[in-house]
Antibody, heavy 120, light 107 residues
Framework: EVQLVQSGAEVKKPGESLKISCQGSGYSFTSYWIGWVRQMPGKGLEWMGNIYPGDSDTGYSPSFQGQVTISADKSITTAYLQWSSLKASDTAIYYC?????????????WGQGTMVTVSS | IQLTQSPSSLSASVGDRVTITCRAS??????LAWYQQKPGKAPKLLIY???TLQSGVPSRFSGSGSGTDFTLTISSLQPEDFATYYCQQLNSYPLYTFGQGTKLEIK
């Protein structure tokens, strides 16, 4: 079964660092882009950026460039989203998603989401 | 590229035909996908390339459009279709913008 499994919910304080994960299985992990999407409480979906695990090529939305880092470890078929200094406004659910091999075909497999709560 | 969905919310009854529109601020050819999201769940791909039905998605869902104007139509609403729907453009890398969403509620 093709799936993306994300790490569990996190509760952090402002200023702390965090790295959440997204492990792919059931397909060739290095051959598909993985994207990250933010959903703040009660709000819509926001595109953050993506990575190609085959060569770690990354692209970021201007809104998130410099705010987060996307990485991948192909040896363990896992992509990551990390923050060096969290803010309360980073409180959200974060989804990873697999892009099909042709861009026009969209993101077909989604992780279950990771809830991140940042509060003092 | 900005995507504007309309309406933002919609009340409809089981059996109704429903249409949601998505307008892009500039031409995106057919690089548009539609997703369905239910409360507490991850989004689900319904339509890609503006009009191609994702495998396993019921045929009552259809998409059309090209350039700047797109529509998602549900031909006969079923109880499980009440959810929030998002369009996403995939033309402008690395910013694959989403529309603001359309919440479909039971009348």
């Amino acid at each position: 079964e093709v799936q993306l499994v994300q790490s569990g919910a996190e509760v952090k304080k402002p200023g702390e660092s965090l790295k959440i994960s997204c492990q792919g299985s059931g397909y060739s992990f290095t051959s598909y882009w993985i994207g990250w999407v933010r959903q703040m409480p009660g709000k819509g979906l926001e595109w953050m950026g993506n990575i190609y695990p085959g060569d770690s090529d990354t692209g970021y939305s201007p809104s998130f460039q410099g705010q987060v880092t996307i990485s991948a470890d192909k040896s363990i078929t896992t992509a990551y989203l990390q923050w060096s200094s969290l803010k309360a406004s980073d409180t959200a659910i974060y989804y990873c998603a697999r892009r099909r091999q042709r861009t026009i075909e969209g993101f077909d497999i989604w992780g279950q989401g990771t809830m991140v709560t940042v509060s003092s | 590229i900005q995507l504007t969905q309309s309406p933002s919310s919609l009340s409809a009854s089981v059996g109704d035909r429903v249409t949601i529109t998505c307008r892009a601020s500039q031409g995106i050819s057919s690089f548009l996908a539609w997703y369905q999201q239910k409360p507490g769940k991850a989004p689900k791909l319904l339509i890609y390339a503006a009009s191609t039905l994702q495998s396993g998605v019921p045929s009552r869902f259809s998409g059309s459009g090209s350039g700047t104007d797109f529509t998602l139509t549900i031909s006969s609403l079923q109880p499980e279709d009440f959810a929030t729907y998002y369009c996403q453009q995939l033309n402008s890398y690395p910013l694959y913008t989403f529309g603001q969403g359309t919440k479909l509620e039971i009348k």
